[in-house]
Structures are given as structure tokens and as C-alpha cells.
């Protein structure tokens, strides 16, 4: 018999042999875009959120919303906020460009989700500081055409 | 094809911000579907949104396939001066479709 070292070690090197399909064939894109946005600087959280439904029952068209806590004065406002789909064909959903002239940096669209997925929101302050939210939503149906 | 609707107050007071809804009917047909013979439809969508206030671009979106079919946008502005809205969408090709309105500030 095996003692309970033995097994616990030997299902260990089990779960790290295996291959990984499932996850690497989940990635979209998304790591590249956001990576390409944030220039590979560690955003910062908390000024700016991302709302959308825990719970989506159509994924064709699910609500959005993004809103950044800033001044949005000549000196000190967001440029732009990029909303990435991970679990989409494409990570891409749209990019919003802010201006003092905005007053509050908040926009609402509707969106599509293929599944059950992360979405992740990106915002560029005027001084070059980045934000980040990601929430989770829930699809029943999926929404691109599939 | 796209008729864009949109509702913005026509007064505001100085310093206001005051809340823009759109909606233009349009497919966004995303480019991943086929049709029945199994060809793929190919990408036709609004690409491009952008906001002109008294002449200034103050608001603007890029719109990828992920955007749902008759695109809804909403977004702030806050206007110093009475002005000219002018919103414009444009499509994959190039086709444009635009809305204005004037808001008087008081």
C-alpha cells in the first residue's frame, strides 16, 4: 500500500503533468489587447466601475455601463476606456474617448457575450495613470450568432 | 438602412451636465455568422461614433462586432455656450449617418 505522502505527491505531479487544452483554448486575445493598452503597467483600482447584470438571459444584447471618478477638468480627466470581452471570438467591444467637455466620464452601451465570461474594463487618465474593473456575467443564451 | 434617434434636452443651465441617448437601427452583423448555404456573412457595422459640440469633437466610441445589433449609446456632456450637437456614425465602408440639434444654455 501506498502511505498518504505517496498519494498526496503522486496526484500532485498528476494535476501539474496534465495537459491544458481546455484553458489555453479559452484565450482570445484579450491577454494581448489589455496588455497593449496598459503598455504592461499594473493598473490601479477603485475609480472606475464597470456595471453590468450578474446574470445575462440574452446575450445578444446585455447592458453596460462604465463610469471613472475623476474631475474631468482640462489637467486632470479620462481620455479613454477600453471594454474587453475574455470569452467573446474577439476581445474587442469598444473604446470610449473622453474629453473635459464630457463633465462626467460615463457611457452606456449593450453588448454581445458568447458564454459566460469575464469582461474587463481599462481607463487612461490625462496623466497617463490607468484603472481597471472586471465583473463577471452569467449567459443563458449565447449572443453571436452562433 | 440606419435611422439614428436621439434624445438630448434642447435647454440646459450653465454648468449642467446633461445625458445624450442614442439609438440607430442597424444589424451589426459581426462577421461570424453564416448563411444557409454556409458562407459567412461578411462584417458590416458601425464602426465609429463621435459627438461634436459647438464644432469640437467632445465625445467619440469605436464599435466592435461585440456591440449589440441597433447600437444604444449613451454619454455626458457638459455645455459651457449654447451650440450646434452634431453626432455622426459611421459605417464599415465608410457610409455616414448624422443627427443635430441645438441646446440652448441659459
Known amino acids: 500500500m501506498w502511505n ?15 495537459p491544458r487544452p481546455a484553458l489555453a483554448g479559452q484565450d482570445n486575445g484579450s491577454g494581448k489587447l489589455i496588455e497593449a ?3 504592461g503597467k499594473t493598473p490601479g483600482e477603485g475609480k472606475l466601475s464597470l456595471t453590468m447584470p450578474e446574470i445575462a438571459e440574452n446575450g445578444n ?26 470569452g467573446n471570438p474577439a476581445p474587442e467591444v469598444a473604446r470610449f474617448h473622453f474629453s473635459p467637455a464630457s463633465g462626467v466620464a ?22 497617463g495613470s490607468l484603472q481597471q474593473a472586471r465583473t463577471t456575467v452569467k449567459v443563458t443564451i449565447g449572443g453571436c450568432g452562433g | 438602412m440606419a435611422r439614428p434617434r ?3 434636452p434642447k435647454t440646459a443651465t450653465a454648468g449642467e ?17 453564416k448563411d444557409d448555404a454556409g458562407q459567412i456573412i461578411p462584417r458590416k457595422i458601425i464602426r465609429r461614433f ?15 462586432p461585440a456591440i449589440s445589433a441597433n447600437p444604444f449609446i449613451e454619454f455626458n456632456l457638459k ?13 464599415d465602408g465608410g457610409e455616414q449617418y448624422s443627427h443635430s440639434q441645438t441646446i440652448t444654455v441659459k
Open chain 1, 37 to 39: 493598452f496598459t503598455g
Open chain 2, 50 to 64: 463621435e459627438a461634436r459640440y459647438a464644432g469640437t469633437l467632445v465625445f467619440a466610441m469605436d464599435l466592435a
Open chain 2, 17 to 33: 451636465v446633461i445625458v445624450v441617448k442614442t439609438l440607430i437601427s442597424h444589424p451589426m452583423e459581426s462577421g461570424q455568422r
Open chain 1, 61 to 86: 444584447t446585455v447592458p453596460l455601463t462604465v463610469r471613472v471618478d475623476s474631475p474631468m477638468s482640462p489637467s486632470d480627466h479620462v481620455q479613454e476606456v477600453l471594454v474587453v470581452a475574455t
Open chain 1, 106 to 127: 460615463q457611457a452606456d452601451t449593450r453588448m454581445r457575450l458568447a458564454k459566460t465570461q469575464d469582461v474587463v474594463a481599462l481607463a487612461r487618465m490625462s496623466d
Open chain 1, 4 to 18: 498518504r505522502r505517496e498519494v498526496i505527491l503522486g496526484s500532485l505531479g498528476l494535476v501539474v503533468g496534465l
Open chain 2, 6 to 8: 436621439v434624445k438630448a
Open chain 2, 79 to 91: 455645455p459651457d455656450a449654447s451650440g450646434e450637437l452634431e453626432l455622426t456614425w459611421i459605417e
